[in-house]
């Protein structure tokens, strides 16, 4: 059975940083993909970042781009998401995903989704 669990949500403030992490199980972690989404409160989920199986490329929403960073440690089975310079419309449940196709940015193409982690960003 397939597992992922989040952790490393929490209340900042802006400007802060704060790293996701989220920890797999069940399957062979280096031979999917990975992607974290996030959904804030009346809004559609929404792709944030995806990286490939060897974390060779990845894969970021423009509203991101430049401020996180998307990684993965394939011996601890773990992918990590690092925020910076937060904001408050980055609020938002955020989740991770793993997937066996390339098309990282389509919430559709993820099989397995963890619970999610709350990110709070106070103005």
């Known amino acids: 059975q397939v597992q992922l669990i989040e952790s490393g949500g929490g209340l900042v403030q802006a400007g802060a940083s704060l790293r996701l992490s989220c920890a797999a199980s069940?399957?062979?972690?280096?031979?999917?993909?990975m992607g974290w989404f996030r959904q804030a409160p009346g809004k559609e989920r929404e792709f944030v970042a995806g990286?490939?199986?060897?974390?060779?490329?990845?894969y970021y929403a423009d509203s991101v781009k430049g401020r996180f960073t998307i990684s993965r440690d394939n011996a601890k089975n773990t992918v990590y998401l690092q925020m910076t310079s937060l904001k408050p419309e980055d609020a938002a449940v955020y989740y991770c995903?793993?997937?066996?196709?390339?098309?990282?940015?389509?919430?559709?193409?993820?099989?397995?989704w963890g619970q999610g982690t709350q990110v709070t960003v106070s103005s």
């Open positions: 990286v490939t199986r060897s974390g060779g490329s990845t």
């Open positions: 995903a793993t997937t066996g196709q390339n098309r990282l940015g389509t919430d559709a193409a993820y099989d397995y």
């Open positions: 069940g399957r062979t972690f280096s031979s999917y993909a």
